[in-house]
């Protein structure tokens, strides 16, 4: 098997081998990458700016029409991708945007259920606009879940919130998931976002997958407990970050 | 030593923060100094009121001349006559007809021409060319032709209006069609919508906005269209009435026949208006 494969034994709902993209010719974004996502299993991909997670995300999604490159992608059936920007559309009600393109009967039933499950039942009719940043975003968390996908992709969902929202979005997701249980592949540049959330992170560098570390904390997941510092080290090691902030202070 | 002067300081404030407040108090709560401000009810009525006004006492102070300017009453008077005597009706239904006619026809076939060239390449290569061509020419111009081709019966006018209104409905159109952001497809694509529910969903509502604006150019295009088809070759409808009236000389019924194209231009234009305020209520811009 290919170096950097992992995940649940018990057959895959993600498999990539071999994976290159380019957009122009000088630099390769992705050279030669493998990846294996379990069914049901959550993975985190951290990278720096230029990486090529996105690109990896997109070409699951099947958005990199305009990238050129070979290799092998599997993915599920049913894939849905969340994104940065909710992306509901503002002429549409928050309903309609959930049910968008959803056909037979029920499907405006389980619209409801997804925005209930969100926790924005009663918000139907509202305009997106009328909606804050945090709660656009969990109508797009209903509008994929409410396609019951095997394969979640979510380019960065978090990173236009505030650091309190995105709290609480982490707690919803990680809820959402473990209902579902869909596959997830996170793209996100927040270290401790992925350890709170994932199964396995990944570090992607160079195109490649160059760090990949199981995330074993039990219980609820820390930011102040002792391991998921250790953890947060290595991974930022792992981006090429060490140590913290030098500062010097001032004598009095 | 830090504590008495925090004390004195809210005792008595110095200059500075005395100015501050101040300048604050002159600045209401809640007011937006950027941006056009609150709206005011009625205030598409303000600056034509005004220009009334001052026509109706130049007129009562003799400073505009009956024969030049007929008196704002003098025209009220005249239109009632008329109407009475059953000259203005059928002008006025005429006229309407055409207009509506022309409209819905240049409608349509500008919408038409907009979906078939915002949708595809092939599309906009073979219509937008000929549209932005027919575009520079004036419909003026084009008159001695359609006369030529259609006569100078009805469809001719029709025609010709229509022809005013399919311009602006398909560049605003078009416009919108095209500007409809990219993430919107992306999005689609994902959600695998088929194109029939992409372009009711997602291309249609996107480009309302242009429509509608291209709608506001197009009533007022087909006004403009049909006072010259009314005024070239015509034997009814306001425009033959007011060239008629040009002929004997009749000041007042001349501008009868302004003030009901006025009337009928700003009344189609706010009907324009409340259905775009009805339309796109998602859409929060500096008019409300």
Redesign the interface.
């Known amino acids: 098997m290919a170096p950097h494969t992992g995940g649940l034994t018990t057959g895959a709902a993600v498999r990539i081998s071999g994976l290159h993209r380019s957009f122009t010719d000088d630099r390769p974004v992705l050279s030669g990458l493998d990846l294996q996502i379990g069914q049901g299993e959550f993975v985190a991909l951290l990278g720096r700016s230029g990486s090529g997670k996105s690109t990896l995300l997109r070409a699951l999604a099947g958005l990199d029409q305009d990238a050129t490159g070979t290799g092998d992608i599997e993915v599920p059936e049913q894939v849905s991708v969340v994104f940065q920007d909710s992306r509901l559309l503002p002429w549409q009600r928050v309903l309609r945007n959930v049910v968008l393109g959803l056909t037979g009967p029920g499907a405006v039933q389980r619209g409801k259920d997804a925005l209930a499950e969100v926790g924005l039942a009663g918000r139907e009719r509202a305009w997106p606009r009328e909606l804050s940043g945090g709660e656009q975003q969990r109508v797009a968390l209903a509008r994929s879940l409410v396609r019951e996908p095997e394969l979640l992709l979510a380019d960065e969902p978090f990173g236009a919130l505030d650091a309190l929202t995105r709290i609480k979005m982490h707690g919803l997701l990680r809820a959402l998931y473990e209902r579902h249980r869909p596959a997830v592949l996170l793209v996100t540049h927040d270290v401790d976002e992925a350890i709170v959330l994932a199964d396995r992170v990944l570090v992607l560098d160079h195109g490649v997958v160059k760090t990949e570390r199981r995330i074993d904390l039990d219980g609820t997941r820390d930011p102040s407990d002792p391991r998921f510092a250790a953890v947060r080290t290595e991974l930022l090691a792992a981006l090429g970050l060490a140590g913290g902030v030098e500062i010097k202070q001032e004598e009095s | 030593m830090t504590a008495v002067k925090t004390e004195a300081k809210a005792v008595v404030p110095p200059v500075d923060d005395e100015e501050l407040a101040a300048g604050r108090a002159s600045r209401p709560r809640g007011k937006r100094r950027l941006g056009p401000g609150k709206p005011i009810p009625l205030a598409f009525l303000i600056g034509p009121l005004l220009l009334l006004g001052v026509w109706a006492w130049g007129s009562a102070a003799g400073w505009i001349d009956d024969r030049v300017l007929t008196a704002p009453w003098t025209v009220v008077t005249t239109a009632w006559e008329r109407w009475e005597s059953g000259k203005l009706g059928p002008d006025l239904l005429v006229s309407t007809q055409r207009f509506a006619l022309g409209l819905l026809f240049g409608v349509l076939a500008g919408l038409v021409l907009a979906l078939v060239s915002g949708l595809s390449r092939w599309g906009e290569a073979i219509v937008d060319g000929p549209v932005q061509i027919k575009r520079s020419i004036p419909n003026l111009a084009l008159l001695p032709l359609l006369l030529l081709w259609f006569g100078i019966d009805e469809r001719m006018k029709i025609i010709t209006i229509a022809l005013g209104v399919l311009i602006p409905i398909y560049i605003h159109t078009h416009n919108g069609l095209r500007s409809i952001d990219g ?2 497809a ?9 194109p029939a ?1 992409f372009i009711g ?2 291309v249609l ?2 480009a ?1 906005p242009g429509f509608l604006l291209g709608m506001r150019f197009a009533v007022t295009s087909a006004w403009l269209s049909l006072v010259v088809v009314e005024q070239v070759n015509a034997t009814s409808g306001i425009g033959y009435m007011m060239l008629l009236a040009g002929t004997y000389g009749q000041t007042d019924v001349i501008i009868v026949g302004l003030v009901l194209y006025a009337l009928l231009g700003l009344a189609s234009d706010a009907i324009v208006r409340l259905i775009q305020r009805r339309a796109l ?4 811009t500096l008019e409300d």
């Open positions: 993430r919107y992306e999005l689609a694509e994902t959600l695998r919508l088929k529910a969903r997602v509502p996107g309302l209520t998602w859409r929060r």
